[in-house]
């Protein structure tokens, strides 16, 4: 059974930043919303040429590729999607004159399908879901946040933070002119990040994916 983590923040906190620390040689990027890395260099590391990165943006179309690289390319270990939340936000403007509720019902089943079906590929893959995240408020306060979705109706019939084990946070903490960036481990603030007892020593970890990756993997060996 494959690893799989959820990477929620907003945007410019960190998360797209974190992915230059992996070996290019093992990771595969699936870019939903088809922009640019915020790395120097990165289009010359993840390239369709390189075998490691393809601009996909359908539910199903991204979980035939997920398959096809546990099943036929045993050397990528990791599997970025990137602004997964994507995901559901062109699909409902796609289907923005269909009236009715049933697209909302196969949004939600075709997100499931895709982190279920993520859960059962190789024991050696690590597949991370990159989200925006969303304010959720009581009373025009913010209580907490959540992953980003393609709205109420959505969130009626799955809860994204379920189907994951491990949600990590992306923040920023500023300090006079020095911003610090980090990952958060478990619930912090208004953050509801999670993870399995244990496999996180620290609550902030820095934004680095491939520690990220490597702790996890250790936790489950």
């Given amino acids: 059974m494959s690893k799989l983590i959820a990477l929620v923040g907003d945007t410019g906190n960190g998360k797209s ?8 040689k ?23 040429e ?6 996909v943006n359908e539910a199903t179309e991204i ?8 099943d036929s390319a045993p050397q990528i270990k990791t599997v970025i999607i990137e602004d997964g939340n994507y995901i559901m936000a062109f699909n409902l403007i796609a289907k923005a004159t269909e009236t009715g509720y049933t697209k909302f019902s196969v949004m939600a089943q075709q997100m ?43 969130d009626s019939q799955v809860k994204m933070e379920g189907l994951f084990t491990v949600v990590l946070y992306a ?8 911003t610090d960036y980090f990952f958060i481990t478990n619930r912090y603030k208004k953050y509801p990040a999670k993870s399995p007892s244990e496999m996180f020593m620290d609550l902030k970890i820095p934004n680095n994916m491939q520690v990220v990756v490597d702790t996890v993997n250790k936790y489950y060996e």
Avoid: C, W
């Fill in 17 to 24: 930043h974190s992915i230059q620390f992996l070996d290019p």
């Fill in 26 to 48: 093992e990771t595969y990027i699936v870019n939903v919303a088809g922009k640019e890395l915020p790395f120097k260099g990165s289009s010359k590391i993840y390239n369709r």
């Fill in 50 to 55: 390189n075998k490691n990165y393809k601009d």
């Fill in 63 to 70: 979980q035939r590729l997920l398959q096809t690289l546990s």
């Fill in 112 to 154: 499931v399908n895709l982190i279920q079906g993520a859960k059962k590929l190789r024991d050696d893959l690590t597949i991370i879901y990159f989200s925006h995240q969303e304010e959720v408020e009581d009373s025009g306060d913010i209580t907490t946040y959540k992953m980003k979705t393609a709205g109420k109706m959505i």
């Fill in 171 to 178: 923040i920023t903490e500023t300090k006079g002119e020095k």
